[in-house]
């Protein structure tokens, strides 16, 4: 399954926060979304899971989700959004419970999506208990869990400090390679989104519309040892958003 | 710098600084749990008691001994009359309380999920929270009559708001990002009321537990009142008539008991149901 | 005025050693000044004669400058008295009054109300629901639920009284506390509570709206003597003359009120003027002609001279013992003085 946006405006009041973004996830691609602070990048990603209906313009999915797919549009948050009172596995359960599946069914997916993110020996534990980084990885699980089409994934790796931040991108890669997962990739962090991305949506500053859509051709598992290429890209990236995000900041916070 | 080194300047003379601790300034302001504290103060003013009662220092008419009243309390347990008085109120009690802390859920419930609900409820339970429920006494005589219904509803009306307030300011702290969450991954409302705004908001009701339930103790008295022949409140109430001191302050006690008592329970109950914080 | 003997700790005695300071100071006071007293009232035409006597200047006359203290109920007055804080007082005997004679702090020194046949009184009510299941007079109440302020009041005495004079068992009457008078009267008008006695001037209009039904008198039941004038046994011991010249300003209160409201053959002036002064305490929110009616239909019975009836005293205070309203402990004696009226037997 593919999504499709055309020309999506949106704003918060008279604020225009987005003005006729266009641009495609293709099924098996990680799309990064990038540009400074307040473009509209988690704004963005609200429209495409349908938290929100934008002003102007459609978002389409092209294609039927695939067999199996409880909740094609699933949301992976910065904060990790994770029930406090219910252990990892319970977590994770959450989101099986409203679905017409055995209880069997139930606890084999969690078993699953548990091993897959290597949370299995952590599947009883409470979130209180777990480091950022182990939280995250209970997300992703969880969103694995209802075999989304497309991940959105809100900054995922923000609330991390930098070195758990690198093993969970390795994670997300090695996940990658396994799954092939669709996810649209919302990031101020750049090498982030040379890592990740097929594809980089650069935004521009509010009202939020696409600078450039840059195309990484380079396959994903070869990137951690090709740091001087990605590098360039960075550079180049860095260039484009360079003087928005210099005129973001300069901005008054409140309009 | 190691300490070799210090020493050797200390040894060559000359202009060696004085070695010296650094202050300590730190400390305070972090409160221990000290257990004894509490029952030895308890013990020693009660002690104190004992002496100006014995000594006359202060008359009976001011103030009866603690051994008379411990005489009062014991005359209560021997003569039966303790169960017959607890078992009373008790009852009111509990009644009182889970109608009026069933109805807060379900309300309160309503006011934090509902804006409709909001707009009626809050301004009602602002305006009839105050009232005190004594003042309304006789008109329960009129409503509930003498028996046990206008003593329970005294003790329901009591603890139903205060119960309203603290279910849905704890619905109003309930993470935003975690209901978005439930929305995100396609979960029913009612899953959401049940998995997500129920036990995130458990921790501000427990705690609204605690006032209501202290708020029911101090309505015992008034509840019983009207018509009571058992009860610790109409216990007091008569002793207080009588001017029977001693028999009132013993009274008084079993309602601190009994305050005690609560807490105790509804600490464990947090401790249970919050184990995950 | 000093008047704190016999109790270590009290407001009084911290200000009594405050003004003792004082006057060594060199403010001392005038030698022939009037003694200041605190008289506690409720207001109610039962104390009427507080308010004549201070109205006529009775109290002045005997050298007495008396401040009128007033109170919600009659029990506050006596342990008022008991802190030092009031000097005199007009209660029924109840539990409080007698617990509070068992500590040595009150006394009772003269007779005042008093319910007696062929007087005006108290009556005694049956709910319009049990006047029609059958309950038509004193002597039905066996069975039946009845309205009392608390255990130890005159209410639960009325009840006793009833129970002994028409030969049953007072636990065969469902007592029921509701702590006011107010509450008594919701509690008999809605029929949730089948009988109770009631002030005359209460009682009558109650029947005259159809509320209720008067089934008997209290004065039926024989003599009563229902009030006292108290004061502090410091008083007693320490200040005899005190005490005497308040009963001297007192009985003449008694006096004007009986020639008025008890003396058939009262001048209607005379009534008039007294029914003025005690409609400025009482009823005072009401204008006079409203309120008269009501002043007049409260009569009640007082005594000639403060006379003490101390055999009905004895009475009561046996039966307030035998039903554990009142100490052991306490006896006749230590709870009266009966040197300052005369008594009738």
């Known amino acids: 399954m593919d999504l499709r946006l055309r020309g999506i405006t949106h704003f918060y009041g008279d604020l225009e926060v987005l003005r006729d973004v266009d641009f495609g996830v293709e099924a098996g691609q990680i799309v990064c979304l990038i540009g400074p602070s307040g473009c509209g990048k988690s704004t963005l990603l609200r429209l495409l899971g349908g938290l929100e209906r934008p002003a102007h313009g459609e978002i389409l999915q092209l294609g039927a989700p695939p067999a199996g797919s409880l909740n094609p549009l699933t949301y992976v948050f910065q904060d990790f959004a994770l029930l406090p009172w219910r252990t990892a596995a319970g977590n994770v359960s959450l989101v099986l419970e409203d679905h017409p599946l055995s209880r069997r069914e139930r606890s084999e997916i969690v078993a699953d999506v548990l091993a897959r993110t290597k949370l299995s020996e952590f599947a009883q534990v409470l979130p209180r208990q777990l480091s950022g980084g182990m939280k995250q990885r209970v997300a992703i699980a969880r969103a694995l869990a209802v075999r989304p089409a497309c991940l959105l994934m809100d900054e995922p790796l923000s609330a991390l400090d930098s070195q758990t931040r690198e093993l969970l991108l390795d994670d997300l890669v090695e996940l990658w390679l396994r799954e092939r997962f669709t996810a649209c990739y919302v990031t101020h962090n750049l090498a982030e989104a040379v890592r990740l991305g097929h594809k980089v949506v650069v935004l521009s500053r509010r009202p939020g519309r696409i600078r450039e859509i840059v195309e990484i051709d380079m396959p994903l598992e070869q990137r951690k040892h090709a740091l001087a290429e990605l590098q360039e890209q960075q550079s180049r990236l860095w260039e484009l958003m360079r003087e928005e995000a210099m005129a973001a900041d300069r901005e008054l916070a409140d309009v | 710098m190691s300490d070799e080194a210090l020493a050797e300047r200390g040894a060559a003379g000359a202009a060696a600084p004085v070695a010296r601790p650094v202050p300590f300034r730190g400390g305070g302001f972090a409160p221990r ?47 039966g009359q303790i169960w017959l008085h607890l078992g009373a109120s008790l009852q009111r009690l509990l009644l009182g309380w889970f109608g009026g802390t069933l109805l807060g859920l379900l309300v309160g419930l309503a ?98 537990f605690r006032i209501s339930a202290a708020i029911a103790i101090i309505l015992l008295v008034a509840a019983e009142m009207i018509g009571a022949e058992y009860g610790i409140g109409a216990y007091i109430l008569l002793a207080g008539n009588l001017m029977a001191t001693d028999q009132l302050i013993a009274g008084v006690a079993i309602l601190s008991m009994l305050g005690l008592a609560v807490s105790w329970l509804l600490g464990r109950a947090e401790r249970y149901f919050l184990r995950w914080r | ?34 003694d200041k007293i605190v008289l506690g009232a409720l207001r109610f035409t039962s104390h009427a004669p507080s308010f004549i006597a201070y109205e006529r200047g009775y109290f002045k006359d005997e050298g007495l400058d008396v401040e009128l203290k007033f109170f919600q109920a009659a029990q506050p007055i006596a342990v008022a008295i008991a802190s030092g804080d009031v000097d005199f007082g007009v209660t029924a005997l109840t539990g409080g009054f007698y617990s509070l004679a068992d500590k040595g702090a009150v006394k009772v020194v003269g007779g005042l109300y008093a319910e007696k046949p062929g007087v005006p009184g108290m009556a005694i009510m049956a709910s319009n629901q049990a006047w029609e299941a059958g309950l038509k007079s004193p002597a039905d109440l066996k069975g039946h639920s009845w309205a009392m302020t608390q255990q130890g009041s005159s209410f639960h005495y009325v009840a006793g009284q009833i129970a002994a004079k028409y030969g049953f068992d007072l636990s065969d009457i469902a007592l029921k506390p509701l702590q006011k008078v107010p509450a008594m009267i919701a509690a008999v008008k809605s029929g949730q509570v089948d009988a109770m006695a009631m002030v005359p001037h209460v009682a009558v209009p109650l029947e005259k709206a159809g509320a209720a039904r008067i089934i008997g008198w209290v004065r039926d039941l024989g003599p009563w003597q229902v009030t006292t004038i108290f004061t502090s046994t410091g008083n007693v011991e320490k200040h005899r003359d005190l005490v005497e010249r308040f009963l001297k300003a007192y009985e003449k209160g008694i006096a004007d009120y009986r020639a008025a409201f008890l003396d058939p053959k009262a001048d209607p002036a005379k009534k008039q003027a007294i029914v003025e002064i005690i409609h400025k305490y009482v009823y005072a929110d009401k204008p006079l002609e409203a309120a008269a009616p009501s002043i007049e239909a409260g009569a009640v019975y007082m005594t000639e001279g403060a006379a003490l009836d101390i055999a009905d005293i004895a009475k009561q205070l046996a039966w307030f013992q035998k039903h554990g309203l009142a100490p052991e402990s306490l006896t006749l004696d230590k709870m009266v003085d009966t040197s300052f009226v005369a008594t009738t037997k």
């Open chain 2, 33 to 79: 749990p000290m257990r004894l504290v509490g029952l030895v103060l308890f013990l020693v003013l009660l002690g104190l008691w004992e002496l100006g009662s014995r000594t006359g220092w202060i008359g009976p008419l001011v103030l009866p001994a603690p051994t008379a009243v411990f005489e009062a309390f014991r005359q209560l347990v021997v003569s």
């Open chain 2, 111 to 208: 006011a934090g999920l509902f804006s409709m609900a909001r707009a009626g409820v809050v301004p009602l339970v602002a305006a009839l929270f105050p009232i005190p429920k004594i003042a309304l006494l006789p008109l329960f005589i009129i409503w509930f009559g003498i028996g046990e219904e206008s003593k329970v509803a005294t003790i329901l009306f009591g603890t139903f708001f205060p119960t309203v307030i603290a279910v849905y300011g704890g619905v109003d702290n309930v993470d935003r990002n975690l209901i978005r969450m439930g929305q995100s991954f396609g979960l029913s409302w009612l899953s959401i009321v049940r998995k997500i705004v129920l036990p995130g908001a458990l921790p501000a009701i427990l705690s609204g």
């Open chain 3, 1 to 34: 005025m000093e008047q704190t003997a016999g109790r270590r700790w009290s407001r009084r005695a911290a200000l009594a050693a405050l003004t003792g300071a004082v006057a060594l100071a060199g403010l001392a006071a005038p030698a022939h000044a009037e």
